[in-house]
């Protein structure tokens, strides 16, 4: 039994895979490769050749939920095999579901046992909008990681996330509530999207050294070098860099694991580009 | 082929059950009765036997996904038999996916598919934090509804929902958005909580028309009188009134049903008392 926490787990592999890439396994069943298409299970077959493929080069998986909704219960058959997989064959690699969920307290039992108990998963994405006092079914899990929204990838973010509240806009005010009130148990973590590297500079002012999740690499438009400059914490570390499309969606063909591993290579070398520099 | 609308179903199955109430299956399976926990489809056959007791008492009824998401592939299963149940024996009863999902536009593409071809249900409950332009996939769909978050009935609401933008509270200015911006299709919602009377009557001032999912009664606190007060709407309507484990959990015995129907017309009963009022 693995008792490490997620931040333990995603230090060790971080160090030891000297590598910031998190691919996400957003494998929408219309994108699949024809070949893993006649599969019984076909996301689970292309998360497994993905996963075997890349496995030495991330720091964490982080399959999104919403692609295996789409099948309904075979698609959630999927997700767990797949996170089943990653679990037994490497257990060392910290999986994110996420999940972008958030109900009101009791309620919120049910998602975390799909996260923490049915799937296993080490970390969920949360919305802010109900408050701490919602969400706290999910901060009462020490051994997980809660991360929540603060300033998300999309092109229309700011709409809320930008409005002014107390002298600054509303991300930070979620940023300051999450690093200062919501992190008791030490288990916090923010979304905050590349395509915003000046804001992802604002919040890492506010939040020491707290881990990020990245999102918007790659597909979304997000650049590496501003995204590690703007992001990293005191420990030359600190974000999780995810990219999805641009690295599980290389090829269509046979060979797809295999430039998956490519461009999660290429990926993982710039970003250390710019964190090995004086 | 059904081709109504959701308001279109709901305003003629208020009309026709003489209703606001709205019945939640929560059908957590911990608290299901021992006498449907020997079934093949526990949650299915808790459900059936709700919906067949209550089907001309409501106006809608309202499953909250996380109840299911708990069992994981199993329980989605139990999920889309009970919407399947409904949609076929009682077409015209409108259901609300209360499942509060909201990821960037191309994610959401699933989350569609999940509630409207899948479970292929009338409405679904959606988080503002990330904007008008995420949610655009839901927004899209003419025949259903979005009903967005804007005050909740949790306790800890008022910790981003009360932060002051613009001088006026966080979740009016979503009542706003929602109300003048997003709602080009008719088919938007709010969220406002029973918990919240003053709140409530806030947003129908800035609302006029348009429809509320109200949960919050029974269980969570929300009294009806002043519920029912600060929420109709000018044609005597425009509030779902939910009760979810007040109506569903009345009795744990063989009873079950039965207990369920008469707290639904109780509920009936109170509410219309407050709506048939000059």
């Known amino acids: 039994m693995n008792l490490m926490t997620f931040q333990q ?3 060790a592999l971080v160090t030891k895979n000297n590598s910031l890439v998190c691919v996400g396994l957003d494998s929408d069943w219309e994108k699949l490769p024809e070949i893993v298409k006649k599969e019984e299970y076909p996301q689970f077959a292309f998360n497994k050749a993905i996963v075997d493929a890349t496995h030495d080069l991330v720091c964490a998986y982080k399959p999104n939920s919403a692609f295996y909704e789409y099948l309904g219960s075979e698609g959630i058959r999927q997700l767990k095999l797949s996170c089943d997989y990653i679990r037994e064959k490497y257990p ?4 994110i579901l996420d999940a972008k969920r958030a109900d009101i307290g009791s309620t ?9 108990d049915y799937l296993r998963v080490d970390a969920i994405t949360l919305h802010p909008y109900l408050g701490a006092e919602a969400i706290q079914p999910f901060l009462d899990r020490k051994d997980k990681a809660s991360i929540i929204l603060c300033r998300t990838s999309n092109p229309g973010a700011k709409e809320f996330q930008d409005q002014i509240v107390g002298g600054e806009p509303l991300y930070k005010l979620v940023a300051k509530k999450v690093v200062n009130e919501w992190n008791k148990n030490g288990s916090c973590m923010l979304v905050v999207g590349a395509t915003y590297p000046e804001e992802l500079a604002e919040v890492r002012k506010l939040a020491g050294d707290m881990i990020f ?52 290579q290429k990926l993982q070398t710039e970003i250390n580009k710019y964190r090995y520099v004086r």
């Open 213 to 264: 999740l990245v999102p918007g690499i790659g597909a979304q438009g997000g650049e590496v070098e501003k995204t590690v400059k703007a992001g990293l914490n005191s420990k030359n570390a600190g974000i999780i860099i995810n990219s999805s499309r641009g690295i599980i969606f290389a090829s269509k063909e046979a060979d797809f694991a295999e430039k998956a591993r490519f461009e999660a």
């Open 9 to 11: 787990k995603l230090d």
């Open 108 to 116: 919120n039992k049910g998602y975390v046992s799909y996260a923490f």
């Open 92 to 95: 060392e690699i910290p999986i």
